[in-house]
């Protein structure tokens, strides 16, 4: 754990909390380009896409970011609900969370892998 002086009080920045950062930020990358220009770990740039979409008229892009976001707060209404009334800090129920969310993640990635299908369409976008 680090901890610094934040505004008076001391702030700690947990090794959980920077890894699943840095987890968040390669899974943005990889599915940006493999899912042709969608973010699935942080929203903020979904929403950028999903306004810049509206404004012009790409449908398809406005239904691609909208789901994204969609999804998105779905995932969190679930995860909410399953860590309702649980002890303050890290408890176990989130690290059940976050170990099924690598599951969900993982286990079709290693399938499509070992079948030698499905690519990301990264060397197109040229």
């Given at each position: 754990m680090i901890s610094r002086t934040f505004m008076?009080?001391?702030?700690?920045?947990?090794w959980r909390l920077v890894a699943?950062?840095?987890a968040a930020g390669c899974v943005d990358a990889a599915t940006f380009l493999g899912l042709d220009g969608v973010f699935v770990a942080n929203?903020?740039?979904?929403?950028?896409?999903?306004g810049i979409a509206v404004s012009q008229g790409e449908w398809d892009q406005v239904a691609?970011?909208?789901?994204?976001?969609?999804?998105?707060?779905v995932g969190v209404a679930i995860a909410?609900?399953?860590?309702?009334g649980a002890a303050a800090g890290?408890?176990?129920?989130?690290?059940?969370?976050?170990?099924a969310q690598a599951v969900v993640l993982g286990?079709?990635?290693?399938?499509l892998e070992r079948a030698g299908g499905a690519r990301p369409a990264v060397a197109s976008r040229r």
């Open positions: 008076g009080r001391e702030a700690y920045i947990h699943l950062a840095a929203q903020t740039g979904n929403t950028v896409l999903l691609r970011a909208g789901l994204a976001v969609a999804a998105f707060c909410a609900a399953a860590l309702r890290w408890p176990r129920r989130l690290t059940a969370i976050v170990a286990a079709p990635t290693l399938v």
